[in-house]
C-alpha cells in the first residue's frame, strides 16, 4: 500500500522535502492553521481547510495520520450501521446517509460504515469499539426491545441516535420524527376535505414507530369526530396493504379514505381500490407515508408524509459531537414534525367524495 | 472521547491488566492469532475472528489501533463517495453500498463514505488522501470524461471502480454491467414475443452509459431484422419520457413496442400510453432498466433489467484488495451480463399487441 502512495512523489516531482512550513508558506496561512487542519480541524474554516488541503495535496505533504491519532487519541470517524436491503428498496436510506456524511463532514468526521453479521445484533459493533475504529455511533431504526442503547451506555461508547427510546429509561441523546403528528396531518386534510368515515391500515403492534402512527390517526380521529370504519394490522408489503384494503372496502359500509402507515401499503391499498373498478383520490382517497419516489410516480400520485431527513442527519451529528466533547451532559432530545405532501390520492381534479 | 472508553472498565469491572496472552487463552487461541486480528485479519477465518473479537470486548483488551496502525501503514479503510440523493431517489445506491460494506469486511476492511463537496470533484479525494484517511477508493458512476482514475494513477492511490472507462486509455482495474447486453435481452424478449416494430428512449448522447445502452438497441434491432419507429434522447425524468413517448406514439406508424434506458423514462412512457386510453403490455409494451422498486409496483408491473449489486459488490473489493497487495499488477476488467425481469408491461394476461 505504502508503496502507492509514494510512488506519486516520484512520477510527479512534488517538493521531496514539503514540510508543514511549506505548506503554510504556500497556502498563506500560520503553522498553526496547517496544524490544526490535522488535529483540530474543526477550528479551521471551510474555505481555508480546502485551500490549505489542496496544497497539502499538490505538495504530497505526509503528516502520517496515524501518528497524530495516537497523539490525539481520536479516529475522526463516526460508526454507522446499514440495514441490508429490503426488495423494494429503503425509501429514506439513501437520503439518510447523504445527510449524515455532509453533517459529519461539517464537524470534521467521516463516516465508517459497516454491514450488520450474521453473528447477532451486537457483533459488528463489538468488533468495532475492540477495534478503537471510531469515536462513537450513530444508530437508526430504534425498536421497542433496542438493546444498542443499553449496551453502548454499559462500554461508554458515545452515541446519538434517529429514533427515539419506545421503552425503559431515556439512554443517551436521539432526535426522532413525530409519525403521531404526521399521520395526524394526514387524518386533519381529509377532514377538511369533508371525510367522516376513515379507515387505518398499520403494522402489527408491538413497533414503537408503527404503534406511534396509529395512535396519531386514532387521536385525531377522535378529536375531529370522524367515524373509524376499521383498522388493520398487516406486514409491509403491497400484497398485504392490498389484500386489507380489500377487506376494509368490502365492508357494508366502508370508508372513504384510507390512511396507511406507509407508502407500501398505500400503494397495495391503491390497487384494491382500483380492483373494484374505482379511481383512487377520485371515489376513494389514500393516504401513505415516507413520501417515497413511487408516491411522486403519476401513476400513483399518493399523498404521503414526508420525513425532514436533511434535518435529521445535521441533528443526530450534532448529539453525537456534543456527546463526544462533554460525556457528562444532559442528553437532549428533539422530535420533528414532517410534512403532508398532497397530491391526487386525496385532492383529484375529478374527485367524487366524500 | 478517551474518558468514554476509559470509563467503562471501571463500570464493569473488566480485567484491567488484560492482555494479548490473556485474551489469547479466554478464546482458545494462540497469541499470534490475536496479534493477527489486529495486524493481519484476513489471516484468521471469520468465525475465529468474530469469538477473538467477542473476548476482546468482553475483557476490554485495547491494543490501540492508532499505534497499530502506524506499525503496519494501514488504515482499514476503503473510501466510497455517494452521490446526492435525486428526488426520485437511488434505485441502486443502497443495494451497491450494502454489498460493498459486506465484501469489505469479508477482506476485513470497513468502508469509510463521503460526500462530494461544492469545491469541485476531487476536493473531497484530495482531502482523504492528504489525510492519509484511506487505503484506496472504490468509485462509480464513471463517465465519459471521468477525471478520477488519471488523478488515482498520478498520485499512486489504489483503487477499484464500478463502471469502466469510457475514454482514453486503461487506467485501473474495474467491474462494469453490460448495459447493452442488457437492453439487447429486452429486445430480443419483445421480438420472441412477435413485436417487429420498436423505439427507444435513451439519455442524450454523450453518456458513456447512456450511448452503451442505445448501441445494444440498435444492435439487436439489426440482429433480429425489426423496424426502428425512432430513437428519442431525453433527460431523465417521468415527465420527459412521458413526453417523448408521446411523440412516438402520435406517429402515423407508432411502434407496438418501446425500450427505455431507464425505469423512470418507462414508467413516463408507462404514463404515456395510458394518456391514449391504452394499456401497458396489452396494446403496447415497454421496457425499463435497473428493476428498481417503481417496476415492481403492481400497478406499473414493468419489465426490466436487473444489475447483478451484490456481485459487483463482491468483484469491486476483491480488484481493490488485488492493487492494494501487488499494485504492480495487471488489472482486471470484469463485464457482467444483467438479467431481465419479465412482468406486465410486456408479458400482459389480456395481451392484444403485436
Known sequence: MRRGFERSKADFGAD?????????????????????????????????????????ARQGY????????????????????????????????????????????RDAYHV?????????????????????????FVISDTTVDDARQEWFQRRGVPFAAFG??????????????????????????LAELGHRRLAFIGWPEGSGVGDDRCRGFREAAVERGLAVAGIAHTVNHYDDGRRAAAELLAQADPPTAVVCVSDELAVGCDTAIRDR???PGRDVAVTGFDDTSSAALPTVSLTSVRQPLQEVGDHVVRLLVDALRDPG??????????????????????????
Not at 511549506?22 to 474543526?42: E, K
Not at 490525539?72 to 426488495?87: A, D, E, H, N, W
Not at 459497516?114 to 462513537?136: I, K, N, R, S
Not at 427515539?164 to 409519525?179: T, V, Y
Open 329 to 354: 451532559a444532559d442528553p437532549e432530545h428533539v422530535l420533528l414534525v414532517p410534512e403532508l405532501v398532497v397530491r391526487h390520492s386525496t385532492d383529484h381534479p375529478d374527485r367524487t367524495v366524500p
Open 112 to 136: 465508517l460504515l459497516f454491514a450488520a453479521t450474521p453473528d447477532g445484533p451486537m457483533a459488528a459493533y463489538e468488533h468495532l469499539v475492540a477495534q478503537q475504529a471510531v469515536d462513537g
Open 62 to 105: 505526509r503528516p502520517n495520520r496515524s501518528a497524530r491519532s495516537l497523539r490525539i487519541q481520536r479516529s475522526g470517524l463516526v460508526g454507522y450501521c446499514v440495514k441490508p436491503p429490503s426488495p423494494a428498496g429503503d425509501p429514506i436510506m439513501d437520503r439518510f446517509v447523504h445527510s449524515l456524511c455532509q453533517a459529519a463532514e
Open 164 to 189: 427515539r427510546r419506545w421503552s425503559g429509561p431515556e439512554i443517551g441523546a436521539w432526535i426522532d420524527i413525530d409519525g403521531a403528528a404526521g399521520v395526524a396531518a394526514a387524518v386533519h386534510h
Open 277 to 279: 373498478d374505482l379511481v
Open 16 to 56: 521531496r522535502a514539503a514540510t508543514l512550513a511549506s505548506v503554510a508558506a504556500a497556502a498563506g496561512v500560520s503553522r498553526q492553521t496547517v496544524s490544526n487542519i490535522f488535529n483540530a480541524p474543526h477550528k479551521v474554516q471551510l474555505a481555508t481547510r480546502r485551500r490549505v488541503e489542496a496544497e497539502i
